[in-house]
């Protein structure tokens, strides 16, 4: 299901088609859904603090939680103390709000807010109901709240929306769910406050929108390669030449795969669902290759003792003369949100 998807969504497949009455109701449900909203019938509350959601209107990954440690780590500079709220894709469902640490299990709290607060050093607290969240946050001292993946969520009033798009599939045939992967129209893009590009787009420029083609590019860059069992780090290139086993359960494994291989390696995929559970099991190979997985993926294993199992760090670059101005304008709508409250 996954490849025919796959196809459909990103490679032109005419099959879309099949799916264009399924699409039909899913506009109808999104745009009631928005008039609820708009019309105060569903309401929005507003936490007592700003709010920065990070999120996307594709499905799958774009690069929102590198995007979230880098806003995290950048507004913390600016003198500010974010809190991170998360869904907690991954983790067992719970009524309450539930705050997540470096040692928090994975398997409860789901393996990106963990991942979060390894990385980001910010406090972070998962729950469905993301304003319950924020208000736990700001109990615990934060001034700001990132909001990672909410960007559907209107429940929680947000003071600043960033939307990723993935460069490498972009939005792919730019249909909704289920003949294409949007989550919203494209002309939801027009709202948001800033669209950030994981890579340059793969897409002629006169197909895109203007808002597209005026986003700020980002790149992640691989830095270096840990066991799991944390005996070694050593720099990715220490790989180049060699055959690896890649592993990645995100919502774009090709994109982890592709960086491996632009640091010489030959890769045999093992791809997984996004959030998936990986058995250690499954990992056994029958041979000697070294195994690279992602970050989010290690955080599942612990410190196993194999040392075949690395962990690839990756860092977000943009360029600052373009993320400067950027930044500081979005520092410049916090401070005035903070003085009306």
Not at 171 to 177: A, E, T
Request: with cysteine; net charge neutral; charged share 25%.
């Amino acid at each position: 299901m996954y490849n025919w998807l796959h196809r459909v969504w990103y490679e032109g497949a005419s099959t879309y088609r099949l799916l264009l009455p399924l699409t039909g109701l899913f506009w109808l449900l999104v745009m009631l859904r928005r008039a609820l909203y708009e019309f105060g019938i569903l309401g929005s509350r507003r936490a007592a603090a700003p709010v920065i959601v990070v999120g996307n209107i594709t499905v799958g990954g774009t690069g929102k939680t590198p995007v979230t440690i880098w806003l995290a780590q950048e507004l913390r500079a600016r003198g500010f103390s974010p809190g991170i709220v998360s869904r907690g894709y991954g983790g067992r469902k719970s009524s309450t709000s539930i705050r997540v640490g470096v040692a928090s299990d994975p398997a409860v709290v789901g393996d990106e807010p963990v991942l979060l607060a390894r990385l980001s050093g910010c406090p972070i607290v998962v729950d469905s109901d993301r304003f319950r969240a924020a208000e736990m946050l700001v109990a615990d001292g934060a001034d700001v709240i990132i909001a990672d993946d909410g960007l559907q969520h209107y429940r929680l009033a947000r003071t600043y929306e960033i939307c990723v798009i993935d460069g490498a599939r972009g939005l792919g045939n730019r249909r909704l769910l289920p003949a294409g992967p949007l989550r919203e129209t494209i002309a939801r893009l027009n709202e948001v406050d800033q669209v950030l590009l994981n890579g340059v787009l793969r897409r002629c420029v006169a197909e895109l929108s203007t808002v597209e083609q005026d986003a700020l590019v980002f790149e992640l860059v691989a830095t270096e390669v840990s066991r799991l069992n944390g005996s070694l780090t050593q720099p990715i290139e220490r790989f180049r030449g060699t055959t690896v086993h890649g592993v990645a359960a995100i919502g774009n494994p090709g994109r982890f795969f592709d960086l491996l291989r632009a640091h010489g390696m030959q890769v045999i995929e093992h791809a997984f669902p996004d959030h998936a559970p990986i058995a250690r099991r499954e990992l056994v190979f029958g041979d000697d290759f070294e195994i690279l997985m992602t970050e989010k993926d290690a955080i599942k294993f612990g410190r196993v003792v194999d040392d075949k199992l690395w962990s690839v760090s990756v860092a977000l670059k943009m360029n600052p003369l373009k993320s400067g101005p950027w930044l500081a304008q979005v520092e410049s709508r916090l401070r005035s949100e903070q003085e009306m409250r």
